[in-house]
């Protein structure tokens, strides 16, 4: 399988709104196997959104589980989130958040610690869970790309920007 | 070829003095590659690196912001780089450590940490400090060199703690790609 293209900013088409997902067929389906492969073979593997590789749908990849963060204390593996909302969510979390569409920079950016999610999985069925700390985070980031937002959007303050140290070998 | 200078600017603090000085920059062609402007006290203080495919010199540079000088009073000071002064050095992202002091304010807070760092060899990347009423804050992020283990500098940092009475928080900066 070959990697899908990542946009990176600044290109336009990352601002873009994306549309919910109602055909969860064999095209969908067949467009999900290739978003996963794209992100499992990026830097940290944890979290893709469609309208990074240029469709616009409202679906998520989410995997937290091979990712050592303090504040990862419970996740629930592979996630593929379509139309996903949050319906309710408490406390705050800081973390020093990067993109694969933003490649120099990274931010501290502030997320709700916990969420509960609504969304519907790979055959449209609906489903809720809760989750709090690193995937929390991963969802909330995957999910602006939904809405055309991207980390830099969510900064607080200037000092809260940094210039990647290190560039990619 | 490319040149690049270091600019420092300060003066009083008043509306327009970063405007002022990057109309000059923009409409002489220069780039801005890194910039830090903030206000200290009353003073607004500007550090530019800018680059130029002209060849000009450091007094010409300087020249360009005769009148910007006059009209906001400000001390301009020009200094050319060689190219690989003027980029970043990158350490490696994994030696990225955030330290933060912080007490009673008295004398000593900065130049005892400082001192325990540049002993280390540790490089400081960015510092800022804050003193509101009798709190005094110092807050760093530094690049660990070669052989020095996080824990080795933490133990020194809490002998530090102990020398100066401050509370000091020492943590490693992690960035996750999403």
Not at chain 2, 23 to 49: A, C
Request: proline share 3%; net charge neutral.
């Amino acid at each position: 399988m070959e990697k899908l293209k990542i946009l990176t900013y600044p290109d336009p088409r990352l601002k873009k709104i994306s549309e919910p997902v109602k055909d969860f067929g064999k095209d969908f389906k067949e467009f999900v196997d290739k978003l996963i492969y794209t992100m499992y073979n990026s830097p940290a593997g944890v979290g893709i959104a469609a309208p990074q590789v240029n469709n616009h749908i409202q679906t998520i990849i989410v995997d937290a589980s091979n990712y050592k963060h303090k504040t990862n204390k419970k996740n629930h593996g592979l996630l593929v989130l379509s139309n996903p909302r949050i319906i309710a969510h408490d406390g705050e979390i800081i973390i020093r958040e990067g993109c694969l569409s933003v490649p120099d920079y990274t931010g501290n950016v502030k997320r709700h610690y916990w969420i509960k999610v609504e969304a519907e999985d790979i055959n449209g069925d609906t489903i809720t869970f809760d989750t709090e700390g690193f995937e929390a985070v991963v969802i909330q980031h995957e999910l602006d790309h939904l809405y055309g937002k991207l980390f830099i959007d969510r900064i607080s303050s200037p000092k809260d920007l940094f210039r990647r140290k290190v560039y990619k070998k | 070829m490319k040149k690049y200078f270091l600019i420092s600017a300060f003066g009083k603090d008043k509306v327009g003095i970063v405007a002022s000085l990057s109309k000059v920059l923009y409409e002489n062609g220069f780039n801005l590659e890194d910039s830090s402007m903030s206000k200290l006290g009353g003073e607004f203080t500007v550090m530019l690196v800018v680059s130029t495919d002209k060849n000009i010199s450091e007094g010409e540079v300087s020249k360009l912001f005769d009148e910007v000088k006059k009209n906001l009073g400000l001390q301009i000071y020009v200094k050319e780089l060689k190219e690989e002064e003027a980029k970043k050095e990158k350490p490696k992202e994994d030696s990225i450590y955030r330290i933060v002091v912080y007490g009673a304010d008295k004398p000593g807070i900065v130049y005892k940490t400082t001192k325990l760092l540049a002993d280390k060899n540790v490089s400081i990347l960015d510092m800022t400090t804050e003193k509101s009423g009798d709190l005094y804050i110092l807050l760093t992020e530094v690049a660990l060199p070669e052989g020095l283990s996080f824990n080795e500098l933490k133990s020194q940092i809490k002998g530090l703690q102990d020398e100066i009475g401050v509370d000091i928080s020492c943590e490693k900066i992690e960035s996750v790609e999403l």
